[in-house]
């Protein structure tokens, strides 16, 4: 397996140039520079063998792998310097999971240290107060952003940018919430206006309908603006019926750290039950293949599949 790098400005501009050139584009969830260059050389079976075309940086797993509660918690600049790592062994462009995105003074400055580090996007949600993870359900968790403020927090983001390469993607809470469809397609109008270069619609519902409609209706509205599908509470929904509905942008936001928790705990078994290493083994990588990477330009054989 190859390592290599690219600049900062290449891979600021690489997600732009993903969206314009490619009809639909897939980023996957990476947590460590080991993980990006297994995502970075993925490969589908098949004759269209699909890839990805950049990778997602989410506030749930960097807080899962420190042992803490997903509630914007982590400083940025501590997130920004793991990215820094993840980038000095791969070339795909990142989008960053911003969260709320802080105070708007300090989100401008969030802007700015993204974009010189080479970041392509932020993703960030409309709503307020203390954060939760939108995939937790319960009464008064969640609440929604004055539409105002969160303008003002797109504007002045896009206005602390140095370059126009970098995106700023709004991300609707609205069905999180319960909010209207009607007041969910306000805010969004709401959003472009402010200069936002995305929407995403986010749901923890497992019926996908819901969303699907948003985007057709979102899709007629504003044709120029990327829609993104985070489809995590909705897994059975194709690409193609997502591209279908309008969607240009998917992100697989938390699966590899998921994969990656359910083997440690599969092999921490393994060992206990068994008093030794051999069945742990037959859930494990060689080491030998561990120890090439960083030369060996071959994929990574794939487990079978059970």
Known sequence: MSISS?????????????????????????????????????????????????????????????????????DSNLRLSWIDQIFSVSTLPLVMDGDTGGRVSHFEYLVRAMERRGVSAVVIEDKSGEKRNSLLPGKGLHTMAPVEEFCEKISRGKAAQAGTDFMIIARLEGLITGLPRQEVLDRAGAYVEAGADGLVIHSRSADESLVLDLAREL????????????????????????HEAGFRLIIYANHMLRAATRAMEEVSHRILDHGRALEAGEVCIETSKILSMPEDKRPIVRAPRH
Do not use: M
Not at 44 to 58: A, D, E, I, L, Q
Not at 219 to 241: F, M, N, W
């Open 6 to 74: 690219v600049g900062n400005e290449i891979r600021l501009a690489a997600l732009r140039e993903a969206l314009s050139r490619e009809k639909f584009v897939r980023i996957l969830e990476v947590h460590s520079p080991l993980s990006a260059v297994i995502a970075e050389h993925a490969q589908g079976v098949g004759p269209t063998k699909r890839s990805f075309h950049g990778f997602w940086s989410s506030s749930l797993t960097d807080s899962a792998l420190r042992g803490l509660p997903d509630i914007e918690l982590l």
């Open 219 to 242: 899709r007629k509205r504003y044709p120029h603006i990327p829609l993104v599908s985070i489809p995590t509470a909705y897994p059975s929904v194709t690409e193609q019926e997502l």
